[in-house]
């Protein structure tokens, strides 16, 4: 790579052998997530279709009720969030969703100190 010492280049590397794993873990649990659901509703048709329902019709319906419901209540969920995160940047006093006069945490670091204090002032 030769952007930076060896370390850099074997941590962006391990990086993203990482990102590149925990995706193909993601799709291919989303992958059997969908398998599931189309088999599983493939089930309750068929035992529906003991009852006079068609097979066919009632597979589909139940495979848009188990899969498009979910899908839907998540783009909506996206927009609303997209939406407040517009709505509180253009606040007055408010700057990208935080406060004009400083970070969301109060100054404090990590270890709930003031930043900028070591914590050797005697106050």
Same mark, same amino acid.
């Given at each position: ?32 997530? $969908? +398998?599931?659901? %189309? ?11 003991? &009852?006079?329902? @068609?097979? *066919? =019709? ?13 899908? $839907? +209540?998540?783009? %909506? ?11 509180? &940047?253009?606040? @007055?006093? *408010? =700057? ?28």
């Amino acid at each position: 790579m030769g952007h930076g010492p060896p370390d850099v280049d074997r941590f962006r590397q391990e990086r993203r052998r990482i990102l590149r794993r925990a995706a193909l873990l993601t799709y291919g649990l989303l992958a059997a997530a $969908i +398998g599931v659901a %189309v088999v599983g509703a493939a089930v309750v048709a068929w035992i529906l279709s003991f &009852a006079g329902l @068609p097979f *066919r =019709e009632t597979w589909l319906v139940l495979i848009v009720i188990i899969l498009a419901v979910p899908l $839907i +209540g998540r783009i %909506v969920e996206a927009v609303r969030k997209t939406r407040g995160r517009r709505e509180s &940047a253009e606040e @007055p006093g *408010r =700057e990208g969703g935080r406060d004009a006069d400083g970070p969301e945490d109060g100054g404090r670091d990590d270890s709930g100190r003031e930043r900028g204090s070591r914590g050797d002032r005697a106050d």
